[in-house]
């Protein structure tokens, strides 16, 4: 496939790449003090288990299965990674494929 102007540059996103989305995704809510509880309320995390959760398999597509449930706060996301939403969707997707696939 050519790439150029014009042309289709389009690659699928790796898991270490989903992973660093996701993990840029987590900074991005810990930030902002009303988004960090909004996130912990809905996730029934607390503080003091942030560091394990962290490390537990699946933290990182359930942060961005959070996100995705919250169409501004995506959108504001993408736009302080400088991406595109899609981009973290296709991250949520590689973290999290549908069983329909």
Same mark, same amino acid.
């Given at each position: 496939?050519?790439?150029?102007?014009?042309?289709?540059?389009? #690659?699928?996103?790796?898991?270490?790449?989903?992973?660093?989305?996701?993990?840029?995704?987590?900074?991005?809510? =810990?930030?902002?003090?009303? %988004?960090?509880? %909004?996130? +912990?309320?809905?996730?029934? *995390? #607390?503080?003091?288990? /942030? %560091?394990? =959760?962290?490390?537990?398999?699946?933290?990182?597509?359930?942060? *961005?299965?959070?996100? =995705?449930?919250?169409?501004?706060?995506? /959108?504001? *996301?993408?736009?302080? +990674?400088?991406?595109?939403?899609? %981009? /973290?969707?296709?991250? #949520?997707?590689?973290?999290?494929?549908?069983?329909?696939?």
């Amino acid at each position: 496939m050519q790439t150029g102007w014009g042309m289709n540059t389009y #690659r699928k996103i790796t898991k270490d790449e989903a992973e660093t989305t996701a993990l840029n995704a987590f900074s991005f809510l =810990a930030q902002d003090d009303e %988004r960090l509880t %909004r996130f +912990l309320e809905t996730t029934g *995390l #607390r503080p003091e288990t /942030i %560091r394990q =959760a962290v490390e537990t398999p699946g933290f990182f597509a359930a942060v *961005l299965d959070y996100v =995705a449930s919250d169409e501004p706060l995506l /959108i504001d *996301l993408a736009k302080a +990674l400088a991406t595109k939403p899609e %981009r /973290i969707m296709e991250a #949520r997707y590689t973290l999290s494929p549908s069983e329909f696939e």
